[in-house]
């Protein structure tokens, strides 16, 4: 059975970089949830398959390095960062995150995840620059 390290790494490998988004199903137990991505959003299987067909429209050339990690059978935790291109504009992107999972039976039960999702969509220019210090300030978009 592979280590926690191992499954995330090839999560990452074969749905993100490879764009094999029906090998989800391979990764995550029936009933898992995936928490964290959007506020009071809990995803399923078939609702990540279309975050990351909808991701993959944005970023190609993906690539996704664990940067740090631990594992505490049966969680596992660690700092991402994917990479890729603007779809548009081919100008590189990274996006980093943190992904918690808890493991049974060699598949993921339960999931959280926070990614840098305000700098990401600043980088591909849908949201202005320095989004963050905008709104701190008091600045509201329309």
């Known amino acids: 059975?592979?280590?926690?390290?191992?499954?995330?790494?090839?999560?990452?490998?074969?749905?993100w970089v490879n764009g094999d988004i029906e090998a989800i199903d391979e990764f995550l137990a029936k009933d898992t949830s995936s928490k964290g991505l959007l506020t009071d959003f809990s995803a399923n299987a078939q609702d990540v398959k279309e975050l990351v067909f909808a991701a993959r429209a944005l970023l190609v050339g993906?690539?996704?390095?664990?940067?740090?990690?631990?594992?505490?059978?049966?969680?596992?935790?660690?700092?991402?960062t994917i990479t890729g291109?603007?779809?548009?504009?081919?100008?590189?992107?990274?996006?980093?995150?943190?992904?918690?999972?808890?493991?049974?039976?060699?598949?993921?039960v339960e999931v959280?995840?926070?990614?840098d999702l305000l700098s990401f969509f600043e980088s591909l220019g849908s949201l202005p620059e320095n989004a963050t210090a905008l709104m701190l300030s008091g600045t509201k978009f329309n």
Request: proline share 2%; charged share 20%.
């Open 85 to 108: 291109r603007d779809a548009t504009t081919m100008r590189t992107i990274s996006i980093s995150g943190q992904v918690m999972g808890r493991m049974d039976n060699g598949a993921l």
């Open 1 to 15: 059975m592979a280590s926690a390290a191992e499954l995330y790494q090839a999560f990452y490998d074969r749905v």
């Open 112 to 115: 959280y995840n926070t990614f």
């Open 62 to 80: 993906i690539e996704c390095a664990i940067d740090v990690s631990v594992d505490a059978d049966p969680w596992y935790w660690a700092h991402v």
